[in-house]
């Protein structure tokens, strides 16, 4: 059994500023990088509402888990390395 403690923070909470919004080429990355991220997101939504119709488990749809999870990992692997590379880019640009 738990008996710790937690303490809440203390002092003025963090303020959140926006500074603004990425342009021209980064502005195009990003939005690359945001719509690789729905597609990848969205195959895994439809994934789980074709193997669960009505929360009943259709074992041939389910029978694809293991490749479709091997694929998604592929895919989000890419994803944070563009992600990556934005940032570095964003650094060098001194937009970071």
Request: glycine share 8%; charged share 30%; proline share 5%.
């Amino acid at each position: 059994m738990y008996n710790g403690k937690f303490d809440a923070p203390t002092g003025q909470p963090a303020v959140v500023k926006e500074t603004g919004f990425y342009t021209g080429e980064v502005r195009v990355k990003y939005d690359e990088i945001v719509g690789k991220l729905e597609k990848s997101g969205g195959r895994l939504t439809d994934f789980v509402n074709a193997a669960w119709p009505h929360y009943t488990p259709d074992k041939v749809e389910f029978s694809k888990y293991p490749a479709m999870i091997k694929e998604a990992s592929k895919e989000r692997i890419l994803i944070l390395k563009d992600l990556d590379d934005l940032k570095k880019e964003l650094q060098k640009s001194g937009q970071a």
